[in-house]
Every structure is written in structure tokens, then in C-alpha cells.
């Protein structure tokens, strides 16, 4: 941009605010303001004042302000006579399915990513296409399709029993190892219910998210580093470890924190695949505000407890961000 | 290298194709229940999906106001964000596009905690204009992303040279920025219309079960067992993203909505 680009443009934003259209303008932005506002910022501002309401036996519940919720999601109604740490364990399942799936996804996404950039410019749209058309899928398609290709009467352990890989898998002794795991029964192998199916699902659930987030940081690298590398002798992974992979560390790390925190909110995966002792806060939010128990207010508590958990992680990440340049 | 890359590329589209190619074959059957591979194949279970079975019809049409009307009023509250963004670049702008992106950055379930909450007040609880705002809202971060690359990538000199040829800034705006901004502007359309036609979660909180989309007629019947005609509601939907992300590929430029870098070809 030219030093006469910057100087016009104060001119053009100033004699627009001069026209007749002004009273217009601010029409439509105080409009968009108390829209956003309204839309945006609003809904979360009730979750977090229900949140200290109260339930109220038989009926629906009233507004207060009581930390009760938040003692019972911490240390259990009873508390101090008795201690239960259901909510923090359910807590802690959210955490675990979306921390080992958000990894997997962007270990298994980087090296397709790196490959998809190296292809022509018509080849990745072809690609882009396939990738952002199984993104838009529904979780509950993608739920859908992995439970018939995980559940005992048709899909995977059925063709595990038929090729005869099951009576193989038994004869060498590693049928026993699986069913140490919990992925089989005395009978054949079986994934429902189970940790592997859950974060398999969630996994592949973000794993074209993975792709699209690591695209433009990917897409930007600069071959000839890698070459001139090569040149002076570096092995290929040599390269791929000093070169490449110092040179998108931050949106590697910001990828995985994204599909972290989306993770945290997976309902549809858990409820199918997850061991019920496994659920997580997400399951319970629903089970408080919509499902069994009607207890709104609590639901609401847990709700904002997963959103402060994902806002601290998002800080962390921006943190470590923002050190990682600074050195 | 390059071997590795291309086998490795097969061999993840392969995963992830195949939760997608089983659903598709079971919609197939000609019975009540799901075979992979598919038994007796017939294409009936498409009539019951499109015509016969009002309960998927009645989906089907919920799900298409809803897409549709969310993604016309996303672009509608996106596009004057977005250009207030480019052309002023005010601090009240910037908040603008920061908390209207907010509701597509937190983890969806809150969200759609909060919305069952505010329109439970407000009395849209269960009514579908309610969901249409719902998703436009959620959404909304996608085309005031798109659009904001379409300004960006208007050349400024461009701009300059209309106004010293005396256009006003309203003539300017209909013959250079409208122009090149409309792929861009469509392309965030359509990206809120695929989404939300596969969106559940926040759906399923703000509907209040009143009335079902196809995605949250699929979980309903989730624990009934699956049906093909719910298989044929999968290929439906992934036909749309298809053809849909297609279309932006062979009008728009799809590597640089998705952030490629525009020196290398």
C-alpha cells in the first residue's frame, strides 16, 4: 500500500460520516450492537445467573443466590458430613475422552495436511471438497455409521469372527490381552461400550476440522528450508524434526486446544459409545435441564463450569502463544 | 516422500470414508433393519424419506426453513459487521465481530444451555423462527470470516480511483465492493446452510422437542434401532455438503477461503 492509500483513507471514512446517510449508519449500528448483545452475550449471562438458583421440590425452581450448586458440584450435597466427587469425575471424563481424542486427530492430520499442501492447486480444492463435506456431517450420521461398523451383529466383529481372525487372535494368546482391555467378551471381540470407541468416534468427529486448521499454517511453509536442510545433509527426519515442526508448533498447539474445547461439549458419541460409569459433564447438562432429573439450576452450574474449564484452557493456549513468540 | 504422502492421504480418506460408505450401502435394504452389506437392495426407502413417511418429510421441511432462513439472516447481520470492520476498523466494530464470533468459539452445549434458557423467557422455546435465530447466531462467525477475506482482498486503489472520478461512497460500494465481494458472501451462505442443516445440539436444546429437524429425528429414533430410511437422511445431507462445497470450489476460490497462500500455485 502506497503512502497516498494511507492518507485518503481517514478522507473517504470522514466525508462518509458527513453524508446524509450518518443518522442511517448509527441507526444500523446501535440495531447490530444491542443484536449482538442481545443474542451473543445475553444467553450466557442467564446460564451463569440460573446457576445459583434454587430447585424447588416438585416444581421447577425459583431465583436465588446460593453457592449450593457449586458446593454440590465440588464436594456433593452431604457436604461436610459426606464427601462424593461424582460431578469432578464426570468432570474429569470430559477431559480425558477430549484431550486423547483432540491429539490423535491432529497427530494423524498433520502428516495428510503436509501432503494435501504439496499437491496442486485444483487437486486440494478436489480434496477440500471431501474434506469439509464429511466436516459438515452430522455427529449423529457419524455416530450412526461407527455403530453399525462397531456392534457385535454386524460390522467389525463380525468380520473379525468369519475371517477367522478371532479364532487366530485366541490361538496366539492376545484375546485375553483384549479382553484385559474390555474389548472383547468370552465370545468374539466387541468395541460398544467402550474408551476405544468413544475416542475413535470423537476423534474422527473433528479430525477434518484438524485438517482445516492446520491448511493455512501449512500451506505457508516454505519448502526451500526443508531443501536446503536436505542438502547439507540432514536426514528426512532430522529435517521434519529441527525444520518443519519447530516452524508450526504454535498452530499445532492452537489446533489441538480448538478441538479440545469443542470435544469438551460431545454428547452424541458419549451417550452411545461411552460406559455409563464414564459419562461425562456434557451427558449430565442434558440430563439436569431436558432429561430425568429437572434440576435446572445445577444444570446450568455444570454448564458454566465447562465454560470456564474451555476458557482457561483457550488462555493457556494464548499464553504459551504468546510466550513462544516472545522468545 | 512424496509416495508416503499419497499412500498415507489413500489410506486416511479410506477411514474416513468408511463409516460414510456403510451408512450409505445399509440405505439399501429392502427390510426393517440394517445389513451391511445391504440385503435384497431397493430404492424404496428414498420415496418413504422424500414423500410417503410424513415424519420425515415433516423433518426434512423444518430442517430446510431452518437452514435456509439462518443462513440468509447470518450473511444479513455478518455483512454490515464485517464492513464496518474493513472500513473503519473501529475498536466498536472489532468487539462487534469478537462477540459475534464468541457463540462458534465456546463448546456448543453451553450455548444451546443459554439459548434453551433465553427463549424459554422470551417465549420462543419450541417455535421454529426461535431455532432459524438460534443458528443464524450460532453460525454467524462463518460468513463475517468470508466476507471479511472477499473486503480484504479488494484492492484499495481500486477504490481510490472510483472516488477521484467522483463516485460517492454509496456508488463505490455498488460497483467495486459489492462485486467482488458476492463469491465470498455466498460462500459464507452456504457454509451456514450445510452446518446448520447438520447442526444438533444447540436444535436439540432450543426445539424443546415441539418440533424435530431430519439430524434431531435421527436421534430420536437412535434408540429404537436404525432404519434404512434414516441411511437415505445421511446420503441426503451428505449430497447437499457435496454439491454445495462444490459449487464454492468451481465459483470461488476454496484454497484461499481455507487460508492457502496465495503466492504459490
Known amino acids: ?327 | 516422500m512424496r509416495t508416503f504422502g499419497t499412500i498415507y492421504m489413500g489410506l486416511a480418506s479410506l477411514v474416513l470414508a468408511m463409516p460414510i460408505v456403510v451408512v450409505c450401502g445399509a440405505a439399501l435394504n429392502s427390510g426393517r433393519s440394517m445389513f451391511f452389506p445391504p440385503v435384497d437392495p431397493t430404492f424404496v426407502r428414498f420415496g418413504e424419506f422424500f414423500v410417503s413417511e410424513p415424519v420425515w418429510t415433516a423433518a426434512l421441511w423444518n430442517s430446510v426453513i431452518v437452514a435456509v432462513g439462518a443462513s440468509i439472516l447470518a450473511v444479513a447481520m455478518a455483512w454490515p459487521i464485517a464492513y464496518l470492520l474493513w472500513s473503519t476498523g473501529t475498536k466498536l466494530s472489532k468487539t462487534l465481530a469478537g462477540l459475534g464470533s464468541l457463540p462458534f468459539a465456546v463448546p456448543p452445549i453451553v450455548f444451546g444451555v443459554g439459548l434453551g434458557f433465553f427463549w424459554a423467557f422470551t417465549g420462543g422455546l419450541g417455535e421454529i423462527w426461535a431455532g432459524v435465530i438460534s443458528h443464524a447466531i450460532l453460525l454467524m462467525a462463518l460468513p463475517l470470516v468470508t466476507i471479511s477475506i472477499g473486503l480484504q482482498s479488494i484492492d484499495r486503489a481500486h477504490l481510490d480511483a472510483a472516488a477521484t472520478m467522483g463516485a460517492t461512497e454509496q456508488v463505490a460500494f455498488r460497483t467495486v465492493v459489492l462485486p467482488q465481494t458476492i463469491p465470498y458472501t455466498i460462500s459464507g451462505l452456504f457454509f451456514v446452510l450445510v452446518l446448520s442443516f447438520n447442526e444438533f445440539i444447540v436444535i436439540f436444546f432450543v426445539s424443546a422437542s415441539s418440533y424435530a429437524t431430519v439430524t434431531l429425528q435421527i436421534f430420536n429414533s437412535l434408540r429404537n434401532g436404525y432404519t434404512p430410511t434414516m441411511a437415505v437422511a445421511a446420503i441426503t445431507f451428505l449430497t447437499v455438503s457435496v454439491l454445495v462445497f462444490s459449487a464454492v470450489a468451481r465459483w470461488g476460490d476454496l484454497p484461499r477461503l481455507m487460508g492457502a497462500d496465495q503466492s504459490r500455485k
Request: aromatic fraction near 14%; hydrophobic fraction near 50%; include cysteine.
Open chain 1, 1 to 327: 500500500m502506497t503512502v497516498a492509500n494511507d492518507i485518503s483513507l481517514p478522507d473517504r471514512v470522514q466525508s462518509a460520516n458527513k453524508t446524509s446517510t450518518f443518522p442511517a449508519k448509527s441507526v444500523l449500528l446501535g440495531f447490530l450492537t444491542s443484536a449482538i448483545v442481545v443474542f451473543c452475550v445475553f444467553p450466557f449471562l442467564l446460564v451463569l445467573a440460573i446457576s445459583f438458583g434454587r430447585k424447588v421440590d416438585g416444581a421447577a425452581w425459583v431465583w436465588d443466590f446460593t453457592l449450593e450448586n457449586y458446593q454440590r458440584f465440588f464436594v456433593g450435597v452431604l457436604w461436610p458430613q459426606e464427601v462424593t466427587f461424582l460431578y469432578l469425575q464426570q468432570l474429569y471424563y470430559s477431559f480425558y475422552f477430549a484431550v486423547i481424542a483432540s491429539l490423535l486427530a491432529v497427530v494423524t492430520a498433520l502428516p495428510f495436511t503436509l501432503a494435501l499442501t504439496r499437491l496442486s492447486r485444483r487437486a486440494q480444492a478436489i480434496w477440500l471438497v471431501f474434506i469439509l463435506s464429511s466436516l459438515s456431517l452430522s455427529e449423529v450420521f457419524i455416530v450412526m455409521g461407527w455403530d453399525i461398523l462397531l456392534s457385535n451383529n454386524s460390522g467389525l466383529p463380525k468380520l473379525f469372527k468369519e475371517t477367522g481372525l478371532t479364532a487366530w487372535l485366541k490361538e496366539v494368546g492376545w484375546f485375553q490381552t483384549l479382553r484385559d482391555w474390555g474389548l472383547a467378551n468370552p465370545r468374539n471381540v466387541k468395541f460398544k461400550t467402550s474408551d476405544f470407541a468413544t475416542i475413535l468416534t470423537m476423534s474422527y468427529l473433528v479430525w477434518p476440522y484438524a485438517v482445516i486448521l492446520l491448511y493455512p499454517a501449512l500451506s505457508r511453509l516454505d519448502p526451500s528450508l526443508g531443501e536446503a536442510a536436505r542438502t547439507m545433509g540432514a536426514s528426512r527426519w532430522t529435517v521434519t524434526r529441527t525444520v518443519t515442526l519447530p516452524s508450526i508448533r504454535l498452530p499445532l498447539m492452537g489446533t489441538t486446544l480448538l478441538l479440545f474445547v469443542f470435544l469438551l461439549g460431545t454428547y452424541v458419541s458419549i451417550t452411545v459409545f461411552a460406559a455409563p460409569n464414564k459419562h461425562t459433564t456434557a451427558v449430565a447438562i442434558y440430563a439436569n435441564i431436558r432429561g430425568a432429573n429437572l434440576n435446572a439450576p445445577f444444570g446450568a452450574t455444570q454448564a458454566i463450569i465447562l465454560l470456564i474449564s474451555a476458557s482457561v484452557c483457550l488462555y493457556l493456549g494464548h499464553l504459551l502463544n504468546r510466550r513462544a513468540e516472545g522468545r
